[in-house]
DNA sequence: GAGCACTGC
């Protein structure tokens, strides 16, 4: 006790050399002030453990209020078994009788799948039978047969625009819903609609934290007369309306929360120290270090290398300390190691990034380190343009987090702030539906049938001037007409495709133009949509052979033809795994994107698009494909910025403008037309003209481009991203000739003068 | 001169 004590206020000690030192916590924050004694996790997944889950209990209170009540809330933290039991609970008490289904969704693919075989396991029969799941190029079920089919919430928001009352389900259970993702905001706002409609449906809404109240009161259709309070479901109670909340707790162990006693001025710094203090005090139990990026994880795990081996040196200590890092952008293989149980005398230190948060759970995690930052996309709908950005987390965030720390036995979470700061953050994350760009979102709700996206009833209302961005962008595109309506021509087509809106229309466009590079567009579209950021593994120290990579397969027209060039060598190459190691390619997004090619290619036949056909190297018309989906980010080479103190050789930064609607002529000869207006001339809803100077502002290539060090006169891009020097960055840029812009979008771009 | 995390019949 007496060395945990000195562990938790190592201040005398540690305060010096790292101005790192943490408050011991009188009042621990604690997950599950229940404390309780049960088998480890592993022994949960067997059959005859299921009636021990927290669940179990609530099994006929929660029968009751589904039956009377159209919409339950259900508030289970982690561990209480809800998603593995409520659906079973259901099937028992008769709601999957008639051929109707338990539908449970989840905001990810994996969590789907292992969570079916799971319950198939517990109920006893083959997956696919009783009990399937569907996600995304994988359905495992038997129309007639599966009564319980978890699904990710994409595959049903999918599922809906063929049936849009969900008629072959009785119960729909959002699982994770606290996640608030985008598709489970727009689901809930759907389901929220299909119970007016269909007032036999039962909606269970499931959240592991403190929004009970604010699901309570979306479902709530409280005094508006036009709904029918109470309907009969047959035999049995009226139905409430209003909501029930249910609260299950958690089968967690507690974790005491610890702050710092001042600000640490270096979070990666400051969470590395906090770890060799962990590994100094030689409790047992692997750390868990919260960081945000590739980059922060990679020192931490280099300064933590260090700190082992001069451990391992000056000995005395139990266990090495292995520091391992864990990020998307690692090989698979890569990330197994964080996963696989450290060997015979060494402790595990996983560094990772915010994948550890959600998608990836690590056994035998005892001690969180927190940075309390997370990285995170933010939206500027003013000027169209997205960053990735450095913030606080939220409270429910960091709560996530520290319970990681308590799944195996009690744990203890550092957080690298002061609790005074820590009260300051927000309670929770800002839903993706309103920092997000909302172009396919919108598409899919019209799709859907929702003519008054405005209207639309929201958890989270998304920002009107980002709705406005995303219908005015539509209405360039085609997909959207004067009315907003979905066109024939366009919009309805590129509904059924699950690519965004403006990749559709590029792919759409591939296979109408006169000269049709339709084969070439699919691999470029599937290999963007399987690997936005590109097919490359990114481990550290491959820099300059990651490069040299890219290289042997880039071209002059710019990043998206030259995934061409890596699509057609993978294939040549026989999709051989050494090859794309010897490459640096991830192999996983190579066959995914075969996968997405597939898959597209299929949905584009069903649309009674032509057989796919080749360019044979025409890329003028390859380039024009592309710029018909992406003319909106066009942008023109404006001057070379030289930094005076830069060495004579250096190049400077090639500076680019946008071309966007500002109005106002233009020296460069092509100017975009103030206003955005749909394919037939006329003014597009909602356009906006010289609000914003987008004309303004300075651009550069991202230099992990092909075309970083060329400096062509004009380029469309795909994505912009703000870098940390404050620059705009393009990103997946095409060299384009200006004609080409003024033949595809006369409608956007006129010769200026 | 450089990559938070997900998802789509």
Redesign the pocket.
């Known amino acids: 006790m007496a060395q945990q004590q000195g562990f938790l206020k190592p201040g005398e000690r540690s305060k010096k050399a790292f101005g790192v030192a943490f408050e011991g916590n009188n009042d621990p924050y604690v997950h599950n002030k229940k404390q309780r004694t049960q088998p480890p996790t592993s022994h949960q997944r067997r059959p005859r453990d299921a009636d021990r889950l927290p669940v179990a209990k609530y099994r006929r209170q929660l029968l009751y209020l589904v039956e009377t009540h159209a919409t339950v809330v259900v508030l289970g933290e982690t561990g209480s078994g809800k998603t593995t039991q409520i659906p079973q609970f259901l099937d028992e008490a008769g709601w999957t009788e008639g051929g109707r289904m338990v539908a449970c969704t989840q905001?990810?693919?994996?969590?789907?799948v292992t969570v079916a075989s799971r319950v198939a396991e517990e109920a006893g029969c083959e997956l696919g039978e009783a009990v399937g799941y569907?996600?995304?190029?994988e359905?495992v079920m038997q129309q007639g047969m599966t009564r319980i089919k978890f699904l990710?919430d994409?595959?049903l928001?999918?599922?809906m625009?063929?049936d849009p009352l969900l008629a072959r389900y009785s119960v729909v259970m959002v699982d994770e819903a606290h996640e608030r993702?985008?598709?489970t905001d727009m689901l809930l706002g759907l389901l929220k609609k299909v119970q007016r409609r269909r007032p036999d449906l039962r909606l269970i809404v499931a959240s592991a934290t403190l929004q009970a109240e604010e699901l309570r009161a979306f479902f709530d259709p409280g005094r508006d007369s036009s709904v029918v309070k109470t309907v009969q479901p047959g035999p049995g109670a009226p139905v409430q309306r209003t909501p029930a909340i249910i609260s299950i707790e958690g089968r967690t162990h507690p974790v005491e929360v610890h702050f710092l006693q001042q600000p640490c001025s270096n979070y990666v710094v400051a969470s590395v120290e906090t770890a060799v203090d962990i590994h100094k005090a030689d409790l047992p139990g692997d750390i868990l270090v919260f960081l945000?990026?590739?980059?922060e994880?990679e020192d931490a795990v280099r300064m933590l290398d260090r700190e082992a081996e001069r451990l391992s040196a000056s000995s005395g200590y139990g266990s090495k300390l292995l520091p391992l890092p864990l990020?998307?952008?690692l090989t698979g293989t890569a990330q197994a190691v964080a996963f696989s149980p450290a060997p015979r005398g060494y402790r595990k230190c996983v560094v990772a990034?915010?994948?550890a948060e959600?998608?990836?759970t690590l056994e035998g995690v005892v001690y969180v380190v927190d940075s309390c930052f997370?990285?995170?996309?933010a939206y500027n709908p003013l000027l169209g343009l997205e960053a990735?950005c450095v913030a606080p987390v939220s409270k429910a965030s960091a709560t996530q987090r520290a319970g990681r720390a308590g799944r195996v036995r009690p744990g203890k979470a550092f957080r690298l702030c002061t609790a005074q700061d820590f009260a300051k953050l927000p309670d929770t994350t800002v839903p993706?539906m309103q920092r997000a760009e909302l172009q396919?979102m919108v598409l899919?709700l019209k799709a859907l049938g929702i003519d008054n996206i405005m209207r639309f009833e929201w958890l989270a209302p998304p920002p009107a001037e980002a709705m406005v961005r995303a219908l005015e962008a539509l209405a360039a595109l085609g997909v959207l007409d004067q009315d907003a309506r979905l066109t024939q021509d366009v919009g309805l087509p590129l509904a059924?495709?699950?690519?965004?809106p403006s990749l559709g229309k590029a792919l759409l466009t591939a296979f109408r133009q006169s000269v049709p590079c339709s084969q070439e567009m699919l691999t470029i579209v599937a290999m963007l949509?399987a690997a936005?950021?590109?097919p490359?593994v990114?481990p550290p120290g491959v820099?300059?052979a990651?490069?040299e990579a890219?290289s042997r397969f880039a071209v002059v027209e710019g990043d998206l033809v030259s995934l061409l060039n890596v699509w057609r060598a993978w294939q040549e190459h026989g999709c051989s795994a050494q090859w794309c190691a010897k490459q640096l390619l991830n192999q996983h997004s190579l066959r995914k994107a075969e996968e997405v090619r597939k898959?597209l290619a299929r949905a584009c036949a069903r649309l009674g698009l032509p057989e796919p056909e080749s360019c044979d190297g025409d890329m003028d018309h390859l380039r024009k494909g592309i710029v018909a989906g992406l003319f909106m980010n066009a942008a023109v080479f404006e001057s070379t910025d030289h930094n005076p103190l830069a060495p004579e050789s250096?190049p400077g930064?090639h500076v680019y403008r946008l071309i966007r609607p500002v109005g106002g002529a233009d020296a460069t000869g092509v100017r975009a037309r103030s206003g955005g207006r749909d394919g037939m001339g006329r003014a597009a809803p909602g356009a906006t003209t010289g609000a914003l100077d987008a004309g303004r502002l300075r651009l550069r290539i991202?230099?992990?481009s092909v075309l970083?060090r060329c400096r062509p006169e004009w380029v469309v891009f795909q994505t912009v991203?703000q870098?940390?020097?404050g620059w705009y960055?393009m990103q997946g840029v095409t060299a384009v000739q200006p004609d080409m812009l003024l033949e595809v979008a006369p409608h956007f771009f006129q010769k200026s003068r």
């Open positions: 905001p990810r693919r994996a969590a789907a569907a996600v995304r190029f359905s990710t994409g595959v928001l999918r599922e625009m063929e993702s985008l598709a945000t990026g590739q980059q994880v990020y998307a952008g990034t915010n994948i959600t998608s990836l997370v990285k995170q996309r990735l993706e396919g899919q059924s495709l699950s690519l965004d949509t936005p950021h590109g490359w990114a820099r300059k990651l490069d890219k898959q250096d930064t991202h230099s992990g970083a991203q870098s940390d020097s960055e």
